[in-house]
């Protein structure tokens, strides 16, 4: 058995076992005090789910330019998620959640108008006043406040926060860091650019090794639910969410181990 046909193996038990507690721990969501929150990593939950079979079947092709630019999304979709994360803890309620999925709703909307009107010379406040007049939510924030969170809640913003003290995350240093250095590192595929292009013709030329991609995408995976799991063990000590709770982190050190 190969490195990726280990971790494909251990990955479909890790499913099975967070599917037979799935309906368990929406019920803990539902009775948790930061449900939005919880919500929201679920939410991410799934993109990542989904990203990482994506990743298994490009590294089954051996599709090393297109199984880079789904890395650099399921590590993406991570970070965010992670940092909401933090916020949410710092609070300990859903306060902070629901200020960013505001902000994001406000923020496509507005970007989608001033797209269409900025060659009239309508400027971003008139537009943010315009839908205020007939939107509840716009109401809600002046146009000052909207533009500072606006640029607080971008994730350049969030990758500073998250790259501060590493020691202080509730996640392995090592791991964090991987994650930070490959994102910035990938960027040259999401864009096409030159770095690119000479890693994918030094593969062809030598292939190497692309089952730690697939490992750190299951890692992700698996983090992410033990992050979530964490905001239901912070007012309930369910058994079954407690030993699910444990079991994720069996079978994370399991497969950190293989590497």
């Known amino acids: ?18 599917k ?31 990203l990482k079979e994506g990743i298994f079947s490009l590294a089954d092709e051996r599709n090393f330019y297109c199984i880079n630019i789904l ?5 993406e979709v991570f970070l965010k998620s992670f940092y909401i994360w933090l916020m949410a803890l710092r609070t ?18 507005h970007t989608a ?17 315009q839908l205020g007049q007939n939107k509840q939510l716009f109401k809600k924030y002046s146009f000052k406040e909207f533009a500072k969170l606006r640029q607080e809640f971008t994730f350049g913003n969030m990758l500073e926060e998250l790259s501060g003290d590493l020691s202080q995350k509730n996640i392995p240093i090592d791991f964090l860091h991987t994650l930070l250095s490959k994102y910035s590192e990938l960027s040259s595929f999401v864009h096409g650019g030159p770095i690119a292009d000479v890693q ?3 593969f062809f030329k030598q292939p190497d090794d692309i089952s730690d991609i697939v490992e ?8 992410l639910w033990r992050l979530l799991i964490i905001i239901l063990l912070q007012k309930s000590k369910n058994e079954q ?15 950190s181990s293989l590497s």
């Open 200 to 202: 994918t013709t030094e």
């Open 92 to 109: 300990n309620d859903d306060s902070f959640v629901k200020k960013y999925s505001e902000i994001n709703a406000i923020n496509e909307l």
């Open 241 to 255: 969410i407690v030993q699910l709770y444990n079991n994720i982190v069996k079978v994370i050190k399991k497969i």
């Open 71 to 75: 890395h650099r999304g399921c590590i």
């Open 216 to 223: 750190i995408s299951v890692l992700m995976f698996m983090q």
């Open 20 to 50: 037979e507690n799935t309906n368990n721990v929406v019920e803990q969501i539902w009775q948790s005090h930061m449900s939005l929150t919880s919500f929201e990593l679920m939410n991410s939950v799934a993109k990542i789910a989904s």
């Open 1 to 18: 058995m190969n490195h990726i046909e280990e971790i494909r193996e251990i990955d479909e038990n890790f499913f099975e076992l967070v």
């Open 113 to 129: 108008l001033y797209k269409k009107l900025k060659k009239c010379g309508s400027s971003q406040k008139e537009i943010y006043q």
